[in-house]
C-alpha cells in the first residue's frame, strides 16, 4: 500500500479552535487551557483511503494578526486547507472570506478546501447560522461540517472527507518507493538450444 504524504495547513482567527481540532484528530485528546500557536506547530498523523495511506502533515498556524504574513509560507504546496471559524463569533466568519480570497489568489491551484464551523456544542450561543456557512461552503465548492474539538464531534470525519477528495495516484498497484517490481522468471526448459 502506498504511503502519501499531503501538506494540510489550518488557517482562521486566534482562539476558533485550530490547535484543539488538531490535538483532537491526532491524539484524541482535548486541552481546555491550550495556549494560543506561535508561528505554527507540526503534527502527522496516517489514515487510510482506499489502496493508499494518506500521512497528514499538519500545520497549525498562529490566528493573531501579527503572524497572518507567514501563513503562505505554510498553505504553500498543501494539498488541502482547513479553514476554521467560530460559531459563536460571527467576526471569525467574516475572516473565514478573507482566508479563502487569499487561497483562491495564492494558493495552489488544485488545493482541496474545508470550512469548520467549531465549537458547535455552543449552538445556544451562536452567532453565524449553519446554513450560511453551508451555502458559502457550497458557492466555493469547498466541504463543509461544524466541528466540536471539545466533543470529538465531526473532527475525524473531517478529514476522512479531505482524504476522499485528494485525487488517487495513477498507478494504486505501484508502491511511491518502487520503481520496478520484479517478477518471477519461468524455469528453464530441458530443451536444448542449437
Known sequence: MAIR???VCLLGDTGVGKSSIVCRFV??????????????????????CGHELHKFLIWDTAGQERFHSLAPMYYRGSAAAVIVYDITKLDSFQTLKKWVKEL???GPEDIVVAIAGNKNDLGDIREVPMKEAKD???????IFMETSARNAVNVEELFQ?????????????LDSNESFKITRQPP???KRCC
Not at 500557536?37 to 502527522?44: D, E, Q, W
Not at 472527507?161 to 498497484?173: A, G, T, V
Open 104 to 106: 483562491k489568489e495564492h
Open 136 to 142: 458559502f461552503a457550497e458557492s466555493i465548492a469547498a
Open 188 to 190: 528453464p526448459s530441458n
Open 27 to 48: 491524539q484524541d485528546h482535548f486541552d481546555h487551557n491550550i495556549s494560543p500557536t506561535i508561528g505554527a506547530s507540526f503534527l502527522t498523523k496516517t489514515v487510510p
Open 161 to 173: 472527507k479531505i482524504s476522499k477528495q485528494i485525487p488517487p495516484l495513477e498507478n494504486p498497484d
Open 5 to 7: 504524504e499531503l501538506k
